[in-house]
């Protein structure tokens, strides 16, 4: 079955320092990968996607995301944190079930702390 | 170039009463969905529609109908209103078939039903 599991339901960061929130995946097929944003009160906004290729992905805001397949990962990462960072992430992995389905992950709260 | 917009934003109902949440999207994509958000369950898909006209149950449609009578509006009815339907729910776009396409969210509607 597909599943998401986003393993940490908090990342506490200082900012200024690098940030990783963590991603894994389980699907059969080739995985089609999704990072989402949601800041309070606000829609998901889409920050990048795996599809092939390169395994860095360079997405929004200076945000990125390394696809391991061994690790059947997709991690979120950002050189640099800043406070406007704070906000709710998403983990998706998008396949084929009669229609462009995405299955979400729980989330992940990041807090980035001046 | 809106994008995704809901509406209401907010709305509070008593249980058993009824009311209809509007989606509309000027991106002229073919798919809709709507998603209810669960603190620590991310999204689940309710109702989907790949066109004009037709519809389709995803993973949680109990309770729900919906219809696309036009291509820019997807709508979702609750037609008796139980307290485990308060929720944000989101509704979303993406332009066609394939499993790589994006999804673009609206804003949400929190619905709290008493």
């Known amino acids: 079955a597909q599943s998401v599991a986003q393993p940490e339901d908090q990342v506490n960061v200082a900012e200024g320092n690098p940030l990783t929130v963590k991603c894994t995946y389980s699907?059969?097929?080739?995985?089609?990968l999704f990072w989402y944003v949601q800041y309070p009160n606000r829609g998901l906004q889409f920050l990048l996607k795996y599809i092939t290729g390169d395994n860095l992905v360079k997405g929004s805001y200076g945000f990125e995301a390394e696809f391991n397949k061994s690790q059947t990962s997709f991690h979120l990462k950002k050189p640099s944190a800043l406070v406007s960072d704070s906000a709710l992430y998403f983990c998706?992995?998008?396949?084929?079930?009669?229609?462009?389905?995405?299955?979400f992950g729980a989330g992940t709260r990041l807090a980035v702390h001046p | 170039n809106a994008g995704v917009t809901q509406t209401p934003k907010f709305r509070v109902l008593k249980t058993g009463q009824s009311m209809t949440l509007l989606c509309a999207q000027d991106?002229?994509?073919?798919?809709m969905y709507w998603y209810r958000q669960d603190p620590g369950m991310g999204l689940r898909l309710i109702h989907y529609?790949?066109?004009?006209?037709?519809?389709a149950k995803g993973e949680v449609p109990d309770g729900y109908n919906v219809s696309r009578l036009k291509k820019q509006n997807f709508l979702l009815g609750l037609e008796s209103a139980a307290p485990s339907q308060t929720s944000v729910y989101f509704c979303?776009?993406?332009?066609?078939?394939?499993?790589?396409?994006?999804?673009?969210f609206g804003p949400g509607t929190r619905l709290t039903v008493l």
């Open positions: 998706a992995v998008g396949f084929s079930g009669g229609y462009n389905k995405l299955i």
């Open positions: 979303a776009s993406s332009s066609g078939t394939l499993v790589a396409d994006t999804q673009y």
């Open positions: 991106m002229n994509h073919e798919y």
């Open positions: 529609s790949v066109g004009e006209g037709t519809t």
């Open positions: 699907v059969s097929g080739n995985p089609y």
